[in-house]
């Protein structure tokens, strides 16, 4: 399991899990699900997304979800699928 963490506050992430932040563009409600990096903990999510979307979107939303999640919500195969045909 690893450590989602930031200072003094502490969640773990199980092992096949990842975090994820639902975000908004407030000026289109154009909305993005962006997994986030081990590195950002609770307290970092709100800058991490300002700063890599130019503060072009925000985030409402934070999950713990299975990594593949966002391949295996939009229909792509996940990992487990790669020998497959298509």
Known sequence: ???WNNGNESMEVPSGMAVYA???RPTTGSSL???LPPFVGPNDVVEYIGD???WG???LTVA???EDYLNNAFGKLGKDDEDKDV
């Open 57 to 59: 979107f925000i985030p």
């Open 52 to 54: 890599r979307f130019d």
């Open 1 to 3: 399991m690893e450590d």
């Open 22 to 24: 639902g975000c908004v």
């Open 33 to 35: 699900t962006v997994k």
């Open 64 to 66: 713990v979800l299975p």
